[in-house]
């Protein structure tokens, strides 16, 4: 058969299954007509509807994820019923690079805060727990925690990102993050804590260990007093140490 005689019969037979309510007919004549049609609209809109057939009606997203990302990659990247679908659809498919790309688009896409802190909370969760690739985990929860500075989840999330990581700079200073906007009082303190301690071990610097420790002392607690002490008598910092109970 031609072209011209093959689109009519396929056509045909798309309005036949559209009567039967034969899902899969249906699904196999706009495949074979999206192999047909050079218009680029027309193609993106073939495959969306076979790719949202096959995903809510035949129950087969790992077959509608490659054709939803050909129409977000090749034929309208701009086209958000795709988005959607194929958000669902690889979630559906347990896809994860397909739902990595998902993820990313619709962070990119949000213009709602709220929405847009769920979405990089999704997406850190398929890095750290799933992937296991904590370098794009922790820019995603960077992302979250600039979104929402007052939301201390992102900031613990990358606490044991940078803990597991041995990145000492960027947990002193994810430390006094958590110390700044945790609501938790007993948290505040452990987290100032822990980041004077990171001065007296892998981040080697009496002086900020000193004057941190001597804050936490005055504010009354008690380990910061204690690992004061020990850091005045090692490094010949009696004379400071006793003027603070002065």
């Not at 050079?38 to 073939?46: A, F, G, K, V």
Request: glycine share 2%; hydrophobic share 40%.
């Amino acid at each position: 058969l031609t072209l011209e005689e093959d689109a009519p019969a396929l056509r045909y037979m798309q309005a036949r299954a559209l009567e039967a309510g034969d899902a899969r007919a249906l699904a196999d004549s706009w495949l074979r007509l999206s192999r047909l049609e050079s218009d680029p609209r027309e193609l993106r809109d073939l495959l969306f509807d076979y790719a949202h057939l096959q995903h809510s009606r035949l129950h087969a997203p790992q077959l509608a994820v490659p054709v939803l990302r050909r129409i977000l990659e090749e034929l309208d990247p701009s086209f958000e019923p795709a988005l959607d679908e194929l958000l669902m659809a690889a979630e559906a498919a347990r896809d994860l690079p397909a739902l990595v790309f998902a993820l990313t688009r619709c962070i990119e896409r949000e213009t709602d805060s709220v929405r847009k802190c769920e979405l990089c909370e999704r997406l850190a969760d398929v890095y750290e727990r799933e992937l296991h690739d904590d370098e794009r985990s922790v820019q995603t929860l960077q992302l979250w925690a600039s979104l929402s500075p007052q939301d201390p989840l992102p900031l613990r999330r990358l606490r044991r990102c940078f803990e597991r990581s041995g990145h000492w700079t960027e947990l002193a200073e994810c430390f006094d993050r958590i110390a700044e906007h945790s609501q938790d009082p007993e948290e505040q303190r452990e987290a100032a804590l822990a980041a004077a301690r990171l001065y007296l071990g892998p981040l080697p610097d009496p002086d900020t260990a000193f004057t941190r420790l001597s804050a936490l002392m005055q504010r009354g607690v008690v380990q910061a007093e204690d690992a004061l002490h020990k850091l005045a008598f090692e490094h010949n910092r009696l004379e400071e140490l006793c003027n603070l109970y002065e």
